[in-house]
């Protein structure tokens, strides 16, 4: 099983704050993806990277940056919290061929701007 | 554009009843993958199945079941003899098949939140 760690798992901010979540792999899988998860939209992607330095939007973009400066390690910021930002933020690596294609998630980060 | 419908927002049921919950899919590809996955009160997504696209096979591992039809883009996921511990967020979801040109982007549905009583 690929290793996938999220931090923080919780925090709480204030608006107008930057703010940064740190997603950790142990492999060095290419792919890494970033999530929010809000009620009644499901999970849905905020940036993706497919190697080092190579980032590119996914469907909620708006608000965030990222950054790849390494394999093992996938930031995503939000340069100003807003409200509309309070979410549970996923990180998954993609990884395997085949019967073994798949995708790993981490435990979560619980952000919360007031 | 891909899209994954799951029009049950919430389903609930009584202990050891069946339950279905639905997933309806777009995608222009031809080749592509099928997930389910639960999401407990815990909080952590757990991956319960994969599909691709040229596997039409019905699954069943356990309680859970899976029917897969291309005919209809849906691919529904059955508890039979639903317990307490099935309470969750179940999510579907579909990527574009595998390759180097691809970016592998997974997209949701929306989720079911299942509730099983006692």
């Known amino acids: 099983d690929a290793g996938i760690t999220q931090s923080p798992r919780h925090k709480v901010t204030e608006t107008g704050t930057p703010v940064t979540l740190r997603c950790h792999q142990t492999?060095?899988?290419?792919?890494m993806y970033w999530y929010r998860q809000d009620p009644g939209h499901g999970l849905r992607l905020i940036h993706y990277?497919?190697?080092?330095?190579?980032?590119d939007k996914g469907e909620v973009s708006d608000g965030y940056s990222v950054s790849r400066s390494k394999t093992e390690d996938f930031l995503l910021t939000l340069e100003s919290a807003t409200s509309s930002q309070t979410s549970v933020y996923f990180c998954?690596?993609?990884?395997?061929?085949?019967?073994?294609?798949?995708?790993?998630f981490g435990s979560g980060t619980r952000l919360t701007v007031v | 554009a891909q899209k994954v419908t799951q029009a049950q927002t919430e389903i609930s049921v009584v202990e050891k009843e069946d339950v279905t919950l639905d997933c309806v899919y777009e995608?222009?590809?031809?080749?592509?993958?099928l997930f389910w996955y639960k999401q407990p009160p815990s909080g952590e997504l757990v991956f319960l199945i994969r599909?691709?696209?040229?596997?039409?096979q019905n699954e069943i591992s356990g309680r859970y079941s899976w029917n897969f039809q291309k005919s209809t883009s849906s691919f529904n996921f059955t508890i039979t003899a639903s317990q307490v511990v099935d309470s969750a967020v179940y999510f579907c979801?579909?990527?574009?098949?595998?390759?180097?040109?691809?970016?592998?982007?997974?997209?949701f549905g929306q989720g079911t939140t299942l509730q099983v009583k006692p």
């Open positions: 998954a690596i993609r990884s395997g061929v085949g019967a073994n294609y798949g995708y790993t």
């Open positions: 492999e060095n899988h290419r792919y």
């Open positions: 995608t222009r590809d031809t080749t592509y993958y």
């Open positions: 990277s497919y190697g080092v330095k190579d980032t």
């Open positions: 979801a579909l990527s574009e098949a595998q390759g180097s040109s691809n970016t592998g982007k997974l997209i």
């Open positions: 599909r691709n696209s040229f596997d039409e």
